[in-house]
């Protein structure tokens, strides 16, 4: 019989590791059933590179289809994650003995616009970290209103706040449908449900961001990140975690490797203390234990090469601007953050270009602009400065499949000698 | 002007007709019904874009009401084989959907093109058309849809 295993403090462990000058990397990696997922930690603990372990959740979990993920895992039929409600706390917790040690922190990654089952379940397991939010897991991977999302959300965050040891708890604000969201706006997003976290009790959150086009933009975006969560989360521990780009990834294994590596030295220029990596295999299926790990590695070796910076970028197109507007806004249209985030998506404060869930005003464009930038075509009736360009003409689909393509093609080319 | 079109469906100022677009139950892909909504707009079209994840109720109850000129499923994330099937088998039970023209698209299969195959077990459920797409060949698929809808609508109605 083993009960829950005593996890580390997340928050102190990235401390540590950044303190140490060490980018520390994570996976995205889940499997159905429990020797596998087992083997995958394990495999990740002694890649022999600062790592912290992941459990990705299957998708019929993530919509709370508990019922499926039985019969699944009952036919031993495989699964796009680990479906942890379904395996339970105490087999959960099995799995996880002799894994996490005080070096290996494991965080969950589910997707869930209602999670509180999948937190009673890891908590229950020994978990402590996991990730998400009331309008990043609603508004790009559900139809359930943002007001249902959020009353769930306000419960699973007590659930984390009230356990006895200090739970950690990632804002997935920094992805927004993977690409062509600009800056300001995944900013924005990710510090609100920061400070939506904090509202509800948690001491230790993590801010993010995702990869987009241009490497000075997105230096600039993380600059811009850091110094809001100063500005917003003193008094709670607090770090930030870059996604390696999560919109199409390049085919080739040669271009999927130079845009990990680029996400790397990105990570550690701008002072980024955790990057969760892609894959080789990402453009084209579930990648396997040995593609995660050497995925890993390959983003070890880019940070360990790069000169570590400081947050200041060296240019500034308004980023910060922006999204400190859009924050401000957004938390003076209501007396809490739990009622001012649906709220503003109805007013179209906020309001994520091309997202097509009926919460979303949708009225907003983005381009990738001639240099390669992210750039808004259309603000829609979001209060960004003037100065920012607004199209009336509507875009083709043409147009948009190349800006969606952009990062491919961009990887794919050959390197000139 | 591609050959064999009718002129007034490739320019955009012909009948304009409407569209229902949408997902199936399990899929939260949402970059292809986008891309798709404006592909049919361009093609001078009104499009009811019901979005991600769709439950098999919703989709009949908003097809009964609106009685579209076409219906279009879109999924990509390979369970498409399993649930497009649950999907016509309901359209195609209501008295009211059942002649409508429905047609399901996207990376069907979760191993690519080796599915193919199983296009026609779609097509025995009632699809009025299967536009399965390969990595790489969106714009092949949406090429292929794009003739089979000015064929389709030019008859008369």
Request: charged share 20%.
């Amino acid at each position: 019989m083993t009960g829950p295993v005593r996890h580390p403090p997340f928050g102190r462990f990235v401390a540590a590791g950044h303190q140490a000058g060490r980018l520390l990397v994570q996976p995205r990696m889940g499997f159905a059933g429990v020797r596998v997922m087992r083997d995958g930690l394990l495999a990740v603990r002694a890649s022999g590179v600062p790592a912290i372990g992941t459990v990705t959740l299957d998708s019929y979990t993530r919509v709370g289809q508990f019922d499926e993920a039985a019969r699944a895992v009952a036919r031993g039929l495989d699964l796009n994650g680990f479906p942890i409600v379904t395996h339970g706390a105490d087999r959960t917790a099995r799995m996880l003995h002799g894994v996490v040690a005080d070096d290996f922190p494991v965080q969950v990654r589910h997707g869930s616009a209602q999670p509180e089952r999948i937190f009673r379940t890891m908590l229950a397991a020994g978990l402590t970290a996991t990730e998400g939010g009331p309008v990043s897991y609603c508004l790009p991977y559900s139809r359930i209103p943002l007001r249902t999302a959020t009353a769930s959300w306000t419960r699973a965050t007590r659930l984390l706040a009230e356990h006895p040891d200090e739970c950690h708890l990632e804002s997935f604000g920094g992805c927004m449908l993977g690409q062509l969201c600009p800056p300001s706006l995944l900013i924005a997003i990710s510090v609100l449900e920061c400070l939506f976290f904090v509202e509800h009790g948690m001491r230790s959150v993590s801010a993010s961001y995702a990869q987009q086009t241009h490497p000075q933009q997105d230096a600039e975006a993380l600059g811009a990140l850091r110094r809001l969560c100063a500005e917003h989360l003193s008094g709670v521990d607090w770090h930030v975690v870059l996604y390696t780009y999560m919109g199409l990834f390049p085919r080739t294994p040669e271009g999927a490797k130079r845009l990990l590596r680029e996400s790397a030295r990105l990570a550690v220029r701008t002072g980024t203390e955790r990057m969760i990596v892609k894959t080789v295999a990402e453009a084209h299926r579930i990648p396997t234990i040995e593609e995660n790990v050497q995925a890993l590695r390959i983003a070890h070796e880019a940070a360990a090469s790069e000169p570590a910076g400081t947050s200041e970028s060296e240019m500034d197109t308004g980023i910060h601007e922006q999204a400190s507007a859009l924050v401000g806004e957004v938390l003076g249209c209501a007396p809490t953050v739990a009622r001012a985030l649906p709220l503003a998506f109805e007013k179209g404060l906020l309001d994520v270009p091309y997202c097509l869930h009926p919460d979303n005003d949708n009225r907003t464009r983005s381009v990738v602009g001639p240099d390669g930038r992210l750039e808004w075509w259309n603000t829609g009736r979001m209060p960004l400065p003037a100065a920012v360009r607004v199209h009336r003409e509507p875009l083709s689909h043409r147009r948009l499949l190349d800006d969606l393509d952009y990062q491919r093609r961009r990887f794919d080319q050959p390197v000139p000698a | 002007m591609t050959p064999g079109l009718a002129p007034e469906l490739t320019t955009g100022t012909g009948p304009r007709r409407r569209f229902v677009l949408s997902s199936v139950p399990s899929d939260a892909h949402m970059w292809n019904l986008v891309v798709l909504q404006l592909f049919i707009e361009e093609m001078g079209h009104e499009v009811i874009n019901l979005g991600v994840c769709v439950p098999v109720d919703l989709l009949v109850d908003r097809c009964r009401a609106e009685q579209p000129d076409c219906v279009v499923i879109s999924t990509v994330n390979g369970h498409g084989y399993i649930d497009g099937v649950g999907v016509i088998d309901a359209l195609r039970a209501d008295p009211a959907c059942a002649d409508l023209l429905v047609v399901i698209g996207g990376a069907l299969g979760v191993v690519g093109d080796r599915n193919t195959g199983l296009a026609g077990d779609l097509l025995d459920h009632g699809y009025d058309a299967v536009f399965p797409v390969a990595a790489g060949q969106t714009g092949e698929a949406m090429g292929r849809f794009r003739e089979f809808v000015a064929e389709r609508m030019r008859l008369p109605v």
